[in-house]
Every structure is written in structure tokens, then in C-alpha cells.
């Protein structure tokens, strides 16, 4: 009877372990998915300005006429 009590003890520990580690990992997943929350607003702004002047680069670039050399097919 002994051993029966040992091991639902340990078992009990390595389950409270678990649960430690587990709740250590989802703190660090919150504080992660804030910092990337935070860097996103903050990077929106530059983002949106980066795209805009990669568009007006895209349509101000005037379409290359093909010229009379060697054409590959």
C-alpha cells in the first residue's frame, strides 16, 4: 500500500510541475503577443506610407519598349 500512495504522490507532483511550466509558458505567450501588438501599431504608420511609395513608383515606371535584339523563346 505503500507504493500505491508513493506513486499517486509523485504523480501528483510531476502534474503540479506541468502545471507550473505550463503556466510560466502562457505568461510568456501574453507578454509576447503584447509586444507584437505594440510593434505592429507602431510600425502601421511607416508601413502604409512604404506602400504607397512603392505603388506610385510601380505606376510612374514607364512600360519598356522591346527592342530589335536578340529575342529568346
Do not use: I, Q
Not at 2 to 21: N, Q, Y
Amino acid at each position: 500500500m505503500t507504493w500505491l500512495a508513493m506513486a499517486v504522490a509523485l504523480g501528483s507532483a510531476g502534474l503540479a510541475v506541468l502545471a507550473w511550466c505550463s503556466f510560466r509558458v502562457w505568461l510568456g505567450v501574453r507578454r509576447l503577443a503584447r509586444e507584437l501588438e505594440r510593434t505592429r501599431r507602431r510600425l502601421g504608420p511607416k508601413h502604409s506610407v512604404l506602400r504607397a511609395e512603392v505603388r506610385d513608383l510601380r505606376d510612374s515606371r514607364a512600360p519598356a519598349e522591346a527592342a530589335e535584339g536578340v529575342r529568346s523563346s
